[in-house]
C-alpha cells in the first residue's frame, strides 16, 4: 500500500470514528451599511469577537454611502443584507420591493443637529442652510417638528441633504451650512472642535424606529439558517455591548472603526451605553417603534394603503429564539 494510500485510510478511518470532523462550508454574507459609525457598533463587535465566526460566517461590509443605496441594492440582488431606516425600508417594500425586515439594531435616532457658534438657537437658522440626510424623511420630519416648535417656518430655512454623516459634517466644517445633523461619534468630534448642539434628537424623538436589517425574500428561502445565525451573533453583540465590563475593548473597537480619538468615543459610550440605550435586545422590532413610522406615512401620503400593517412588512421568523 503506497504511502498516500495509507494517509487517506487513516483520514476516512478517524471520520467514521468521530476523531476528525469533516470542516463546515463558511456562509459569506454581502452587508451593505452607510458608513463607519456608532450605529454598526454591533457588527464591529461580532466581527473583533469571533461571534460572527462562532455561527460559521464571513460577513464582507460594503458602505454604500446612504439608506436609499442600501435599499435599492438589496432590493436588487447586489447586497445580501441591508441596514436602512424603518422609513427607507418600508418605502421601498411598499413600492413593491420584494424584501423583508428581519429584525433591528437601533430603535432610537442617535443623530444631533450641530451648529457653530454664531448659531445659538432655532431662530439664528433663519435665511440659512441645514443640511439633513434625507428629504421627507426621519430626520427631516423631527427637524420640521423641532424648527416648528421653536417659530421657525419651513421657507425660512434652506433644507439640503446628504445621505452621509460624514459628508454632512465636512460641510458645516467648511462653513457650507450653519447646521448639520449627524450622528456619533461626529456629533462628539464636533463638540470637541467648538460647535455646539442645537437639539439631541435621539432625546427629542420617542417611539420612532430607527435601522431596520433587511433582505430579499429569495435569499432568505434560500439562506434562512444563515439570517438566523447573522441576527444570533447581532443579539449576542448587543448584550456584550451593554455588558459594562466590556467598556474598554468597545471603546477600542469603534476608535479602532471610525478613526476617532479616544475622549470622543468614551463620550459616545457613555451617551450611547449608558445613557440612550438605543441597541434593541433581540434584534427585536416594537409594534409601537414600527406603527409610529407607519402611521406616519400614511398621514403623509408615502403609503397609500389605509389597512397596510406590520405584519405585511415584518418577518420575525428569523429573529434569535
Known sequence: MSMKVARRALLLAALAAGAVAPAMAQNKITLGVVSRSAPNWPEYVAETMGFFKAENLVVEPIYVGSIAAIAQQTTAGSLDIGNTTFEMAITAMDAGAPIAMIGSTTIKYPYSLMAGAAIKSAADLKGKAVILPVKKNDIDNFFGMWAAGNGLKEADVDRVYDGSSTNRYAALVASAVAAAAVNSPLDFTALAAGYHKLVDFGSFVHGYGFIG????????????????????????????????????????ILMRETKQERDVVEKTYAYYITDLKPFSRGLAIPDDDFNNVLKAFKENG????????????????????
Open 213 to 252: 436589517v433587511v433582505s430579499r425574500k429569495d435569499w432568505l428561502a434560500k439562506n434562512s439558517d444563515a439570517a438566523r445565525a447573522y441576527l444570533r451573533a447581532l443579539s449576542k453583540s448587543i448584550d456584550w455591548l451593554y455588558d459594562p465590563a466590556n467598556r474598554e475593548k468597545a471603546i477600542d
Open 302 to 321: 408615502v403609503v397609500k394603503n389605509a389597512n397596510a400593517a406590520k405584519a405585511q412588512f415584518v418577518d420575525p421568523g428569523y429573529l434569535p429564539k
